[in-house]
Nanobody
Framework: QVQLVESGGGLVQTGGSLRLSCAAS????????MGWFRQAPGKEREGVSC????????YYADSVKGRFTISSDNAKNTVSLRMNSLKPDDTAVYYC?????????????????WGQGTQVTVSS
């Protein structure tokens, strides 16, 4: 059983930056693909970015390309999401998730474990 705990959310002004972290425990971190998802009020949850922690392969949603950077620290079993140039549309609860499958994907049912989420609010 893998436990995921997100941290780093908060309130930031438009154009600001935040760094989210996800600490994983209870599993072999290098076996997983890790994803960040977000859910804005009244909207469905959507994929933001994901990473193959073993090979450092990354994937981003078009809406965040060039602004967000995903990274992993395999020694610390953590995955981070650096968010720059934040916009009010980035306001959402951000979730970390872990996938045991072979493919980087935003297909949510394929993810095996989820964190509780951390709130990011971008003021205009």
């Amino acid at each position: 059983q893998v436990q995921l705990v997100e941290s780093g959310g908060g309130l930031v002004q438009t154009g600001g930056s935040l760094r989210l972290s996800c600490a994983a425990s209870g599993g072999r971190f290098s076996k997983y693909k890790m994803g960040w998802f977000r859910q804005a009020p009244g909207k469905e949850r959507e994929g933001v970015s994901c990473i193959n922690v073993r090979y450092n392969m990354t994937y981003y949603a078009d809406s965040v390309k060039g602004r967000f950077t995903i990274s992993s620290d395999n020694a610390k079993n953590t995955v981070s999401l650096r968010m720059n140039s934040l916009k009010p549309d980035d306001t959402a609860v951000y979730y970390c998730a872990a996938l045991r499958g072979a493919t980087l994907t935003f297909i949510e049912p394929l993810y095996d474990y989820w964190g509780q989420g951390t709130q990011v609010t971008v003021s205009s």
